[in-house]
């Protein structure tokens, strides 16, 4: 989740405002960036706490050490800034994010997440623990350990324990690869819109990995999935406007002002908002008059869609995976959503209906790679062209194809990474930290 930035101060006069939070300010085409989050394990696979002689908090410190730039809330590290790169951020239950910022070269992000991704294990194993590329802590309940003190997630908990069953699930034990990317204008963001719209139970069959919880194994082969639909409907899922021949600036900002804002920043205080939706707070702000665009932008960050546009467009439905494979999907997605390709893969998949796809997500997310969908093409065949589609898209920005190999031989495998976990001594555990999904595809150069 967001780490919280002040950007802009200017009051919220007009409804005509809100749309500029949508407007790319100086996109790049095929421009892409990742939050890839991973989850810090024991020995015996179980989530590490935060504090603690040797908890999170610890490893941060030292990191800092390393010329990290420390984040502090309360006197406590909370984040860490890599200058001019990314961040090293945490979720409520340590999970530690690892975020690039944009590039236009896929080498660059991966040879950043690397290097970082190196340094933060080399530090993590003198306290005892490693970190893994899953979608859910296999072995823990979501209060196995106490919650990273930010007031922000503090807020956060108390509002999600009246929205659904699986709020702190969400929270404490759930890891993500996310990747964004730039669109132009607003007719790029609707053929992207449409092509994600159609992809993304694709993606899901094949990349599910988080198959258990609790110590146990669950009829899911992502079961992150219906831990995110079982959270808080009106902030989460596939919104009906995604769907929509006129997707526009102005129907994010509809979407957006009608949902409750979490939260509110004040003289540096996080202060909880009142349960009214966006829209009516403009009309009657109160005490904590003037709304800002500042207040507008936190509240896009707390918005959790599958698919979130904030300037850029967001894909959030996969799984943590190996660093090949978040990889494999940054140059797939950067290599289908150029617009010198046309989107003619995107005019060949079945159109999406709100209805089918959000069944066929979750169909996908229990399936994994025995997923077949009740319409449209089958995986297999879609793979094919898709892979194909991609590495022209990718030639044609001058990139390797070469990204692209770890998602072939998973497609080509007939499995997904879920179908790889094991129970053990210790519980059910997922394929090792890197697996032998892990080849080396960038590594020349360096930050």
Not at 39 to 58: F, S
Not at 151 to 158: D, N, Q, S, T, V
Not at 249 to 262: H, M, N, Q, T
């Amino acid at each position: 989740m967001s780490t919280y930035k002040a950007r802009s101060a200017q009051p919220v006069e007009t409804i005509a405002q809100l749309e500029e939070a949508f407007v790319p300010p100086s996109p790049v085409e095929g421009r892409v960036g990742a939050e890839w989050e991973l989850l810090p394990l024991d020995k015996k696979g179980h989530m590490i706490a935060y504090a603690g002689p040797l908890g999170v908090e610890r490893l941060l410190g030292r990191l800092a050490q390393k010329g990290f730039d420390p984040v502090m809330e309360r006197g406590r590290i909370i984040a860490l800034e890599i200058k001019g790169k990314g961040m090293i951020a945490l979720e409520p239950g340590a999970q530690i994010e690892i975020a690039s910022r944009p590039f236009e070269s896929l080498g660059e992000i991966d040879r950043f997440f690397r290097q970082i991704h190196k340094m933060v294990r080399a530090e993590a194993r003198p306290f005892g623990f490693d970190l893994f590329p899953w979608g859910l802590a296999p072995n823990d309940g979501p209060e196995a350990t106490k919650d990273v003190p930010k007031a922000r997630y503090a807020i956060l908990k108390k509002h999600l324990e009246t929205t659904g069953d699986r709020g702190r699930w969400m929270m404490k034990l759930s890891a993500a690869t996310q990747i964004s990317i730039d669109y132009m204008d607003e007719t790029h963001l609707r053929d992207m819109v449409d092509g994600c719209m159609k992809l993304i139970p694709y993606l899901v069959a094949l990349t599910a990995n988080s198959p258990a919880a609790n110590g146990r194994r669950s009829r899911w082969m992502s079961l992150r999935a219906p831990v995110w639909r079982r959270t808080d409907p009106k902030r989460c899922g596939l919104p009906a406007h995604l769907f929509s021949k006129g997707l526009s600036y102005g129907s994010l900002v509809r979407y957006a002002i009608e949902r409750p804002p979490l939260f509110f920043v004040r003289g540096g205080r996080w202060v909880e908002s009142d349960g009214r939706t966006f829209r009516e707070i403009l009309r009657r702000p109160g005490k904590i008059a003037p709304i800002t665009m500042d207040d507008w932008l936190l509240h896009l960050s707390a918005l959790f869609p599958d698919i979130r546009i904030r300037g850029y467009l967001e894909i959030r439905v996969l799984d943590s995976l190996p660093l090949p494979l978040v990889m494999a999907m940054a140059a797939l997605l950067k290599g289908l959503m150029g617009r010198a390709g046309g989107f003619g893969w995107a005019s060949r998949m079945q159109p999406p209906a709100p209805v089918s796809v959000r069944r066929e997500l979750l169909r996908a997310a229990r399936l994994g790679s025995k997923w077949r969908p009740e319409a449209g093409p089958y995986p297999a065949a879609t793979w094919a062209e898709l892979l194909d589609a991609a590495e022209e898209g990718l030639k044609a920005f001058g990139e390797p194809p070469v990204f692209l190999d770890p998602l072939r031989e998973l497609a080509a495998s007939g499995r997904c990474p879920a179908e790889e976990w094991q129970k053990g001594k210790y519980g059910w555990m997922g394929p090792e930290p890197l697996g032998g999904l892990d080849k080396q595809v960038i590594s020349k150069g360096s930050l």
